[in-house]
């Protein structure tokens, strides 16, 4: 099915966004050219208004900017065309395949903790043990939703108290937030969660840059629980070769005890819990 063009006072749009993504990527007119063998002479044309490209000149641009798809979305409704990608939710009937093996994840995981969430760390699902673990630390229960992974690190009245290592760790949230944004893009509902963020006490401005801690091919996750500082470690999954945005913008985060002595002491403490 052909997409139909609207009016041609929508490509002053797209020259702008076009030129918003190369000054993003540090891109010029020739380099794009040279990525994607387009002329210079059309990429020049498309930013100034003067020419709209086809679909799939539009969509080889993308791919050599590496925009996401949430994005490629955009810049084809300012062509004129309709989008290509998919914005259903991330719990709509397309995404059943995707939520089954999430589900499938979270439960293998058990008895550590591991949570799903979207590109501004809102937990969408959590295995059951991610809820119990930190409610052996504070009340879940009385926190409002939506529940938020950096908000309960940087809260005091979250988890901030009970973490060892809370400044580094809090610097290195930071980092992650640039690091892990869709296409490495801060986007402005990203920039109020940084915001927000910095309005805690005692959070620095200048954490939100880069710096190498130690020696350790991870930063620990230090939570003391009594007279024990229990160590654990993340790794971060996605979803290969996403074809609808919501797929794209998912993150599933497992935690996993850093040593022996933490994974005596866990599985102890998901006992008296209730854990299975």
Known sequence: MKSAKLTT???????VLLRHWRDLR????????????????????????????NRQTLMAIAQALDMPLRDRNTLLLAAGYAPMFSESSWDSE?????TNALTRMLRQHEPFPAVVMD???????TNE?????????????????????????????????FVANWQD????????VYRESIGRVVDEKTKALLAE????????????NPVAIGFMPFIPLGFIRGD????????ITTVGTPQTVAAQELRIECMFPADEATEIHHAEMMRAAGNP
């Open 197 to 208: 963020l910095l309005a805690y006490p005692d959070v620095k401005s200048d954490w939100k």
């Open 169 to 176: 760790v809090a610097r290195s949230l930071f980092e992650r």
């Open 228 to 235: 024990r500082v229990l160590n654990y470690f993340s790794m």
């Open 26 to 53: 540090g891109s010029s007119q020739l380099d794009l050219s040279l990525d994607t063998g387009i002329s210079q002479k059309q990429i020049s044309f498309v930013e100034s208004g003067r020419s709209v490209p």
């Open 9 to 15: 006072n929508m490509m002053p749009n797209l020259g």
């Open 129 to 161: 043990s991610a809820p119990r673990f930190f409610g052996c630390f504070i009340d879940m229960d009385a926190r409002q939703g939506p529940r938020n992974i950096l908000h309960l690190m940087f809260d005091p009245q979250g988890m901030r108290p």
């Open 94 to 98: 397309e995404m059943t395949s995707v």
């Open 119 to 125: 590109r501004y760390w809102n937990v969408l699902m």
